[in-house]
């Protein structure tokens, strides 16, 4: 997955960067496909409330060792199957654990009723959020500068 991103700061090996890109294409022209309205003469673009990704300021790596200076407008990347892990801690696995615990909780104790079930559930998702946020101080990983679009 390729991004565009405004460069903010640099401290030492990262690279903070501000995204602030339309949800359907690169600013680069009016699409349509985004739900972006076109500027004067279908040079500008003005993306609407609905086609934006408000700024998002995340840090990078610069693998490639770029001479990067705040303001610069970069590409990075994220590997997809980096984006499907994250995708699948974050939404999936907190679900999974709920219903995990929601049956178990029936199967173990057999005489506990639906309160106690979705209880032990909300319990389940607490806890698969918690081990998310251990797994993620444990170990970051950047997206990574790929090229620089314009100084």
């Known amino acids: 997955m390729?991004?565009?991103?405004?460069?903010?700061k640099i401290e030492g090996g990262l690279?903070?960067?501000t995204s602030e890109?339309?949800?359907?294409?690169q600013h680069e022209a009016h699409c349509g496909a985004c739900g972006s309205s076109p500027g004067p003469a279908n040079v500008a673009h003005h993306p609407?409330?609905?086609?934006?990704?408000?700024g998002l300021s995340f840090a990078a790596t610069n693998p490639r060792s770029f001479e990067l200076k705040r303001g610069d407008r970069i590409e990075y990347s994220i590997a997809p199957g980096k984006a499907?892990?994250?995708g699948f801690l974050i939404l999936i696995a907190p679900l999974l654990v709920f219903f995990l615990f929601y049956f178990l909780t029936g199967r173990l104790w057999p005489a506990s009723g639906e309160s106690a079930r979705v209880l032990a559930g909300v319990g389940g998702i607490a806890?698969?959020?918690?081990l998310n946020f251990a797994l993620k101080?444990?170990?970051?990983?950047?997206p990574e500068i790929t090229r620089i679009?314009?100084?």
């Open 2 to 8: 390729t991004e565009q991103g405004i460069v903010e």
């Open 15 to 17: 690279v903070w960067i």
């Open 21 to 25: 890109q339309c949800a359907g294409c």
């Open 48 to 54: 609407t409330i609905f086609a934006t990704r408000g």
């Open 84 to 86: 499907v892990k994250a």
């Open 127 to 130: 806890l698969g959020f918690a």
């Open 137 to 142: 101080r444990k170990k970051t990983e950047y």
């Open 149 to 151: 679009i314009r100084k």
